[in-house]
């Protein structure tokens, strides 16, 4: 069985050697690159099955970095960043970014972030329901993995397919956040609503006419969300309210 390669973007050597260190004895194969224009030859030469990419660099920040790699790949991206640096997080997730992991970090942690990104990015999606599901300008083709919203084709990173594929193959139900977190990013992340809340802000960005009012993918307050079906639009939920939204 072929090495999962891992591509680590870090202008720091002690980052490089350390995750180097710890990452081929678990039997991972690493390419390194310590600048911007480094990483996306490396990625487009090696095409990486994930990507460790800090923010702060020298010649191209980790954001364009992160908006350039999008642009021809879907290879999943855990971003580094500061302790406390929310901001980057967020423009991280809207970027494309898949989990971000804050420096300085333990080896125990970088390992669990590594192997839960790449077994969300491997596990097959089994449809629940026909292979092909349409709902008034809304299709969603689970074989070909293809969505087309109002004549047009929409381009989904894994994680934002993932989640599109868990409220669409549960459509005119609500889903707990949750239920949500576990089922697309992993149990260990099921207090970590940052990245709901950003995934469907950028899915509804893709999808929606107007993301600001949305048609498919409505919240409901403090419980998860919910794709609509036709006519299923203000559908109230009597489901009891554990945390804001």
């Known amino acids: 069985m072929a090495k999962e390669k891992i591509l680590v973007v870090d202008d720091e050597p002690r980052i490089l050697r350390l995750v180097r260190s710890n990452l081929e004895p678990a039997g991972y194969r690493v390419l390194t690159a310590a600048d911007g224009p480094g990483a996306i030859n490396e990625a487009e030469m090696h095409e990486p099955d994930l990507v460790l990419l800090d923010i702060m660099m ?93 004549g047009k084709e929409i381009k989904l990173s894994p ?7 868990e409220l669409v193959t549960n459509a005119g139900r609500v889903v707990l956040h949750q239920d949500l977190l576990a089922k697309v990013w992993g149990r260990e992340y099921r207090d970590e609503t940052e990245y709901l809340r950003v995934y469907v802000r950028y899915l509804r960005q893709k999808i929606e006419r107007d993301p600001s009012k949305p048609e498919w993918i409505l919240t409901e307050p403090g419980v998860g969300y919910r794709f609509a079906l036709p006519g299923d639009r203000v559908q109230p939920v009597s489901t009891p309210v554990a945390a804001k939204d």
Not at 159 to 165: F, V
């Open 58 to 150: 020298p010649k191209m920040d980790g954001f364009e970095v992160c908006r350039r790699l999008r642009e021809f790949s879907t290879v999943p991206i855990i971003i580094l960043t500061a302790r406390g640096a929310e901001h980057e997080k967020v423009r991280g997730f809207e970027l494309g970014a898949d989990d971000y992991l804050t420096k300085p970090f333990g080896v125990p942690e970088l390992m669990a972030r590594i192997k839960a990104v790449l077994r969300r990015a491997k596990v097959p999606l089994a449809p629940k329901m026909d292979p092909v599901f349409s709902a008034g300008d809304f299709t969603m083709n689970f074989a070909q993995r293809r969505i087309v919203v109002h």
């Open 159 to 165: 994680t934002e397919y993932k989640l599109l594929h």
